[in-house]
């Protein structure tokens, strides 16, 4: 009996032990996840997250180190000042936010790209005659944000024109006034505009982007964080790129997966699984350079913007482009 | 105006504002606050005057909706005040319904507004009477309801038609409440006209323009516009201020000014007017 009630309270003994090593070993795990603030380049979420959301659900982020917040700013112009600000350590914005920022004298630094090419441009309903030649005149919506303002000169200069031939309309949302016929046209990046007509309407938009469009085949997103916090936080910067590309991968890998764990995660944005899932379709085959290389930047990329961020008088002078960017920070591939 | 009361109405309210700008000035300077981030009063100020050929014409526009969408405002107001104050069947009917218009979000009905209106003065006169009516509506309504009954009865023992009634006894009684509404529409019309161009604009617009700032990293434009936004509501504000002064000599004399003195009494005596 004495033995049976010994072996009873070691056993009681053990289990406890076990479970306060184990709630330890637990929380010591929490308290080592070093937090991120990542802010992303709209006020609400929407499918080009997918690859944080993925690096989030997958466990990327963890077995790196690190907490993930995902912030959306009020507008889509206040990325930048809040990663200025210290309000967010790493950021989602467009590569003329990062010219405009450094021109500004924000210490702002690219760590790496999101998309390798600029798939910007004009979007009309289906069944619309859109060229540049038709261009004057015509009621071009726009988001107000930097990069289309950056964008729209080079479209106007290619059409011939200037820009009071057209009337730019800005406004929260695009495709009721496409649709109601108030403006002729919009304005979007091919992942975004297709999906959102061909929800609206059932049929595939007329569109021109790129180089038909007359604008720089530059990058439209990049990862950028501050100076000081790439250099105080190093490794935190290249754990979460890490994290990221992983994610990056797995989303490319399985898309439709990845579109509905969006989805899943974001069931209030506004978009539904099919845009979502041919959003992201679309973003995928943008995501690698000529090399199959995710992230890796170049001075070609950034002097293009400059030249063409100069000619349109966006900005007033050229940075070296290694003022913008650093690749010091990217993981293997 | 004696001197004391110069200094007390005038000096003081200069004094203290100074001291803010000043105070603004030593906070960006003291604080090493980038210029990126917030700018000093005077970076501000040379934001305003070096763009003041853009900025002249968006903010005329701007003053444009104000104006518009106030004046629809007060009228429609004053005319849904005065006919709830007499029809009471409408004031039933009508009054819960004007409450539910100001519980209603501005921004809710702004884009709606664009797909009816298109983007240029309409939806921003229509948003800014949509401010601007209720609390005149709500003062002018208040302020007939609470008209001394004794004097609409001697009125009347005395002959006096009812149109006369209410423009020699109702509506100097109205002045005041009437002026309080005015003042609250004027603070906000400038909020309304922002909100509408928000909304939707199609280039000619401050609040575009603010907004372009803002992707710019240019603080000095941002806060340079907010100048001019607040600018044109104080100036509302003011000019209204100016007109209740004028349109109430009573509370400033009890007497009368000569020229002024045309509105006779039944038995054809003098008055003085507004007097209950």
């Known amino acids: ?333 | 105006m004696n001197r004391f009361k110069i200094f007390r109405n005038l000096v003081v309210p200069v004094i203290s504002f100074s001291a803010l700008i000043g105070l603004w000035e030593l906070i960006i300077l003291w604080g090493h606050v980038q210029g990126y981030l917030a700018p000093t009063p005077l970076a501000a100020w040379e934001a305003i005057s070096s763009n003041w050929s853009t900025l002249w014409p968006l903010t005329s526009w701007t003053i444009k909706e104000t104006v518009w969408g106030f004046g629809a405002g007060a009228v429609i107001g004053i005319l849904f005040g005065v006919l709830m104050s007499k029809l009471r069947f409408l004031q039933r009917s009508l009054y819960p319904v004007l409450v539910v218009t100001q519980a209603v979000p501005i921004v809710a009905i702004a884009s709606p507004l664009v797909l009816l209106m298109g983007f240029n003065l309409g939806p921003k006169v229509v948003i800014v009477a949509w401010i601007v009516f209720f609390p005149v509506t709500v003062n002018v309504l208040d302020g007939l309801n609470h008209v001394d009954h004794d004097l609409i009865t001697l009125a009347r023992v005395l002959g006096a038609r009812p149109w006369r009634t209410f423009f020699l006894i109702e509506v100097p009684a109205t002045i005041t409440p009437l002026f309080s509404g005015l003042k609250i529409g004027a603070t906000y019309a400038v909020t309304g006209a922002v909100i509408g161009e928000m909304a939707a604009s199609s280039g000619q617009s401050l609040a575009l323009y603010q907004h372009t700032q803002i992707g710019q990293l240019n603080s000095a434009g941002v806060y340079g516009t907010t100048i001019l936004m607040t600018a044109i509501g104080m100036s509302w504000f003011l000019l209204m201020i100016t007109l209740e002064h004028l349109c109430t000599p009573w509370l400033r004399r009890s007497v009368a000014r000569r020229w002024s003195r045309g509105a006779r009494t039944l038995d054809n005596t003098y008055v003085v007017k507004g007097a209950k």
Do not use: C
């Open chain 1, 1 to 333: 009996m004495k033995r049976r009630i010994l072996s009873g309270v070691l056993a009681s003994t053990f289990l406890a032990a076990s479970s306060l090593v184990a709630i330890s070993t637990v929380s010591g795990a929490s308290a080592q996840l070093t937090t991120v603030n990542f802010v992303y380049d709209f006020p609400g979420p929407d499918m080009e997250i997918t690859p944080i959301v993925a690096a989030q659900q997958q466990g990327y982020f963890a077995s790196q180190g690190l907490k993930v917040n995902i912030i959306f700013p009020p507008d889509t112009s206040t990325s930048s000042q809040m990663l200025t600000t210290g309000a967010a350590n790493i950021g989602f914005i467009t590569t003329s936010d990062m010219a405009v920022a450094v021109q500004a004298k924000a210490p702002l630094l690219s760590v790496a790209n999101y998309s390798m090419s600029n798939n910007w441009g004009l979007f009309a309903k289906p069944g619309s005659k859109l060229t540049l030649a038709n261009l004057k005149g015509k009621k071009l919506f726009s988001w107000g944000d930097t990069w289309t303002n950056a964008m729209l000169p080079f479209v106007v200069k290619k059409a011939g024109l200037k820009m009071s031939d057209i009337t730019v309309v800005t406004a929260s949302n695009d495709m009721p006034l496409l649709l109601a016929g108030k403006i002729d046209w919009t304005t979007s990046t091919s992942n975004y505009g297709v999906p959102g007509i061909f929800g609206a309407t059932g049929k595939n938009p007329v569109a021109i982007t790129g180089a038909a469009a007359g604008v720089p085949n530059v990058p439209v997103w990049v990862y950028a964080t501050t100076k000081s916090y790439a250099s105080a936080h190093a490794s935190v910067v290249k754990a979460f790129l890490k994290a990221v590309l992983e994610g990056t991968k797995y989303a490319s890998a399985h898309q439709s997966a990845a579109a509905a764990a969006f989805t899943k995660a974001y069931p209030k944005s506004g978009y539904t699984a099919a845009y979502n899932k041919l959003g992201w379709s679309l973003t995928v085959p943008l995501l690698t350079n000529a090399k199959g290389k995710y992230f890796v930047q170049t001075d070609a990329q950034w002097s293009l913007l400059n030249q063409g961020l100069v000619a349109t008088k966006q900005i007033k002078t050229a940075p070296t482009p290694s003022t913008y960017y650093s690749n010091a920070y990217l993981p293997a591939q």
